[in-house]
Nanobody
Framework: QVQLVESGGGLAQAGGSLRLSCTAS????????VGWYRRAPGKQRELVAE???????NYADSVKGRFTISRDNAKNMAYLQMNNLKPDDAAVYYC??????????????WGQGTQVTVSS
């Protein structure tokens, strides 16, 4: 079972950048899809970005062109580079890993979350 710890959150000004990191423990990290979700106050958790084991990335429309998801399997790490931050990006960001079989998700793990605050 993979265990996840996020880091890199904090306060940024609108237009600024932050890079979130997700450290995974356990084995076979390369076999897992990696995703970043966020939950803003009063809103439901939403997908920000997901990266397949083969390197294909999927982004929410609201972050396309501004955020980049990546992974380093040798280090058991995943990242979310966030540029041109907007106040609407403020949320708790969660890293997740999962196995996929078609549309089926299984063996999913979540991190504890890291707070991102964006000042206008």
């Amino acid at each position: 079972q993979v265990q996840l710890v996020e880091s890199g959150g904090g306060l940024a000004q609108a237009g600024g950048s932050l890079r979130l990191s997700c450290t995974a423990s356990g084995s076979q990290f390369s076999l897992y899809y990696v995703g970043w979700y966020r939950r803003a106050p009063g809103k439901q958790r939403e997908l920000v970005a997901e990266l397949s084991t083969g390197g294909s990335a999927n982004y929410a429309d609201s972050v396309k062109g501004r955020f980049t998801i990546s992974r380093d399997n040798a280090k058991n790490m995943a990242y979310l580079q966030m540029n041109n931050l907007k106040p609407d990006d403020a949320a708790v960001y969660y890293c997740t890993t999962m196995r996929r079989l078609g549309t089926l998700k299984y063996d999913q793990t979540w991190g504890q979350g890291t707070q991102v605050t964006v000042s206008s």
